[in-house]
Structures are given as structure tokens and as C-alpha cells.
């Protein structure tokens, strides 16, 4: 049988516990997980390679780390998806919202490349409501960081609350 290779792709501003959820089950069900930290389109907080590093940082301790890799990407998702050869997508979907988001995306992404798959994952109940802009938020405000992100977002992000 060919090697399952899942691309979980995302902005990641910052990687979050969330996001390690679904990137440890997903690893549960392939050989692999390429996680893709998309360069534009949104304005970020951090930059892209603080994010591919952040990220890279993040599932450093996961059980699987060793088939797990982190990279940046420009342009069209079903463009790196055909050139990394990935199987299918990976995403995860909190809500109601997120769920429209997704079915919005994996059509349009279908109407471009036929053959793309998404494998949705529903995170922990305990996990689903943090996202990404509720963690800068938290940030932002000095908030305790710890159940949201690993340490070293953690440290990043107060870094970067720091100097602004
Ligand atoms: O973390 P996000 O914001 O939910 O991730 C969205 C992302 C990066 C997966 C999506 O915007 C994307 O695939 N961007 C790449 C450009 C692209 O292919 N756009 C068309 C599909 S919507």
C-alpha cells in the first residue's frame, strides 16, 4: 500500500494545544504529517518563519515527532499539495462556523484539484475552545498562557507582547 501522507496546513499565529491535538490523532492515522505554515493572505501577528519555528518547537516532544515535519508555504494549498504528494488534508473543525469554513474550502479546493481529500477532526472537548486569536488576545492582555500553548509559544508570545 502507498505511504498516507497527511498535509495539515494552517496559519498557525501562534501553533497552539489545539492544533497539537489534532496533528498527534491525525498522526494516528497516517504514516506522516507535514504540517504547512501558509506565508500570506492574513495579517499575523508573528512572521512566517517565527511560525514554522514556533510550530517546529511545538511537536518536538510529541510521541511521533520523527514522522512529523514543518514547512512554509506560498500559494495555492492544492498546488503543495500535489508536489509533496500528500494523501489528503488535515484539519480540524471546533464549530458550527469552522465546519461551513471548511465545507467552503475543501469545495473550492476540489473544484481545482479533483482528487483532494480533508480528513476533519473534532478536537478534545477541553481543547475546542482555543484558537488562535483568543490566544494572541490572551497575550496581548498578560493572561496565563500555559494551557493554551507549549512553553516556548508561550515565551515567544510574551516576548513579542514585550516589545510593542
Ligand atoms: O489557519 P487557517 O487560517 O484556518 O488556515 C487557512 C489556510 C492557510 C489553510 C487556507 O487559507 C489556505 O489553504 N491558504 C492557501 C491558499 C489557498 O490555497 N487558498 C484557496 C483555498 S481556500
Do not use: W
Amino acid at each position: 500500500m502507498s505511504e498516507r501522507h497527511f498535509l495539515y496546513p494552517g496559519t498557525f499565529d501562534p501553533f497552539t494545544r489545539g492544533h497539537l491535538d489534532i496533528l498527534e490523532r491525525g498522526l494516528a492515522l497516517c504514516d506522516r504529517v507535514t504540517v504547512a505554515v501558509a506565508a500570506g493572505g492574513k495579517t499575523t501577528l508573528l512572521d512566517r518563519d517565527e511560525r514554522v519555528e514556533l510550530a517546529r518547537g511545538a511537536l518536538a516532544g510529541l510521541a511521533g515527532a520523527d514522522r512529523c515535519r514543518v514547512v512554509g508555504f506560498e500559494g495555492l494549498l492544492v498546488d503543495l499539495a500535489r508536489d509533496l504528494g500528500a494523501s489528503a488534508v488535515l484539519r480540524g473543525v471546533r464549530s458550527q462556523a469552522d465546519l461551513e469554513h471548511e465545507q467552503a474550502m475543501a469545495a473550492l479546493n476540489r473544484v481545482l484539484s479533483p482528487g483532494f481529500e480533508v480528513v476533519v477532526l473534532f478536537p478534545r472537548p477541553e481543547l475546542a475552545m482555543i484558537s488562535s486569536t483568543l490566544v494572541r488576545d490572551v497575550a496581548r492582555c498578560g493572561g496565563e498562557l500555559a494551557a493554551l500553548v507549549t512553553p516556548g509559544v508561550a515565551e515567544a508570545l510574551r516576548r513579542r507582547s514585550a516589545r510593542s
